[in-house]
């Protein structure tokens, strides 16, 4: 079996399977976790730049929302 991202024999307590790809180095994996940029499961690079504007708009709007005053009842403010 060969490590789905270095593609060198995996063997012994340093190999795992990775769900749905296949056999890899426990090093390996993390390493491609890091570089990633996932967020809980969400490929952010696999975004169109139309779905990051939506996403970042979507962030500013809760931020918005959770800083707000307790007492306001006003609409969330999205900028």
């Given at each position: 079996m060969k490590c789905i991202f270095c593609n060198k024999s995996v063997f012994g307590a340093e190999g795992f399977t990775v769900p749905g790809k296949g056999p890899a180095h426990q090093s390996c994996h993390q390493a491609n976790q890091a570089l990633k940029r996932t967020f809980q499961h969400l490929d952010i690079s696999a975004f169109n730049d139309e779905e990051l504007i939506d996403l970042k708009d979507?962030?500013?709007?809760?931020?918005?929302k959770r800083n707000r005053d307790e007492n306001d009842s006003s609409e969330v403010e999205l900028f």
């Open positions: 979507l962030v500013l709007a809760e931020e918005n």
